[in-house]
């Protein structure tokens, strides 16, 4: 590191914690959250779910890895989430001056440094997360010294439209023609469907879809409040009318329910962290799952015609849900997470399969 200042952390229920600054010495405001997650945190920075948000990772030691390199595979960067880093600011106990690692090209200080995220650290991270789960996930302000900022309320913008692509791109030259529509895709999700014999249509959030030719629909993952996303909202309604299968992740899940007549809430802190588990509806079996959302699913309001597919074992909250009788369903935790676990990864097969017997195939 050739700079470090004193910086302070100030939430918006006035508490605040000094530290010292890596990263960029910019001021920066959003919403802070947490991350339980013991690795994977260029994943977590280039996350587009993350948009807006003052990120703490509470594992105590960051940095040791460096930061990934510009590989590309299929067009997309390998060892990346996206094109961006998404997260405001980044708040960690103990940054690790070395970093070593087979894919590094440069340390986390330096590539934040060129995106103009700032950093803190040598703070007291538990005493934080202890805050939040308390409060609830709050507003906050990273100031280096001499410089000020205001706080600024992420979920008051469609976050969705700021990370969402601005033209329809196409991966792969497989079989099955797939529209994905693009909320904030994590890259993961592309791979993940690219492994079986598919084209990849990516489109914008608010693009109507309905007259393409494809035989499946993807709802990806996204920042923010799903009921900013009104125009998704509509066309993915218009899809519910047909048979063609569906398949949501995170946000899509929510966008799905909003589509179905259901209703979403914010949650108090949100679950972010490689470790959830879920529960498959009806069943006594259970997956350990990554997750990123702020927002959930009220499973009371799911219509007649649907039902819950998965639920949270720790709070009981929607983890996913169906359809009673068409090939549609979703999940709120993410089954391609990359730096993640991989339990639930068999349901990209569900989708493919899905699609199959949508165009009468055998399985």
């Not at 960029?24 to 920075?45: D, H, I, Q, R």
């Not at 595979?73 to 070395?98: K, N, T």
Request: net charge negative.
């Amino acid at each position: 590191m050739t700079k470090s200042i004193p910086v302070t952390l100030t939430l918006e229920d006035g508490t605040r914690f000094t530290g010292r600054s890596f990263g960029s010495t910019s001021p920066s405001a959003g919403e802070v959250v947490f991350n339980t997650a013991m690795t994977g945190y260029p994943e977590s920075l280039t996350d587009p779910s993350y948009r807006g948000q003052i990120l703490c990772l509470t594992y105590p030691l960051v940095g040791n890895y460096g930061a990934p390199g510009d590989e590309k595979e299929d067009h997309l960067l390998r060892f990346r989430e996206s094109s961006s880093i998404h997260i405001s600011g980044l708040i960690v106990s103990d940054y690790s001056f070395q970093y070593s690692h087979w894919n590094a090209s440069e340390s986390l200080h330096h590539w934040l440094e060129k995106n103009g995220i700032p950093g803190i650290y040598g703070i007291d991270t538990r005493a934080l997360t202890k805050r939040l789960r308390e409060k609830g996930s709050m507003l906050g302000k990273l100031e280096p010294s001499g410089s000020e900022i205001t706080f600024s309320d992420p979920n008051t913008r469609n976050l969705v439209d700021e990370v969402s692509s601005r033209e329809v791109k196409t991966y792969g030259s497989g079989k099955y023609r797939i529209v994905l529509v693009d909320c904030g895709v994590k890259y993961n999700i592309i791979r993940s469907l690219l492994m079986y014999d598919t084209t990849v249509i990516r489109v914008p959030w608010d693009y109507n879809y309905n007259n393409l030719e494809f035989d499946g629909l993807f709802i990806s993952n996204g920042p923010g409040d799903p009921v900013m996303c009104s125009t998704a909202i509509v066309n993915i309604a218009a899809s519910l009318e047909g048979e063609r299968p569906i398949f949501g992740i995170c946000l899509g899940n929510q966008l799905m329910a909003l589509a179905s007549g259901a209703t979403t809430y914010k949650l108090r802190y949100g679950h972010r962290s490689h470790n959830q588990p879920v529960l498959l509806a009806g069943s006594d079996r259970a997956y350990i799952t990554s997750q990123n959302h702020g927002f959930a699913v009220d499973n009371n309001t799911l219509s007649p015609e649907w039902e819950p597919l998965f639920i949270n074992l720790n709070d009981k909250t929607n983890e996913g849900m169906k359809h009673r009788s068409k090939p549609f369903f979703s999940t709120q935790f993410h089954p391609e997470a990359s730096g993640g676990p991989t339990d639930t990864a068999f349901l990209f097969s569900d989708f493919i399969n899905n699609i199959k017997r949508y165009l009468g195939e055998d399985i």
